[in-house]
């Protein structure tokens, strides 16, 4: 129950911070960001260490990484200048946070995949 409620906490909070991706335009803004970045790739870390045993964590990251997330982060990259000027060491932390969840989006996806094509075979 409790792990239940703390995914239904993790996708209100990045939700709450979907639409602003684009509008940083101070440093306590973008610290704010990253650190959620931050927090979804900890949530990726939990469900690949689990070896993808985790479902309840695997599934909130998917669905934090592919319906708010991935949109975020392509606003993240437009505005790199502008994030960089603000502050060079919060936006290298970002596009670290940036690359590892998208890394682990591409590794849960390949292990979904192949078991998908195992199951298919087995019929």
Do not use: P, W
Not at 45 to 62: G, L, P, T, Y
Not at 82 to 95: F, K, W
Not at 101 to 123: M, P, R, V
């Amino acid at each position: 129950m409790f792990r239940i409620l703390k995914l239904v906490i993790i996708v209100f909070y990045f939700a709450s911070f979907y639409s602003f991706a684009e509008n940083i335009d101070d440093k306590a803004q973008l610290e704010k960001m990253v650190v959620k970045y931050e927090s979804a790739v900890e949530l990726s870390k939990e469900c690949i260490s689990s070896k993808m045993k985790n479902i309840s964590s695997c599934k909130a990251f998917q669905k934090i990484y592919l319906f708010e997330l991935k949109d975020s982060f392509a606003a993240f990259t437009t505005n790199l200048g502008s994030y960089i000027e603000l502050d060079v060491d919060i936006t290298l932390r970002g596009v670290a946070a940036i690359t590892s969840a998208s890394e682990a989006a591409l590794d849960i996806y390949a292990h979904n995949k192949n078991i998908k094509t195992n199951n298919s075979q087995e019929q």
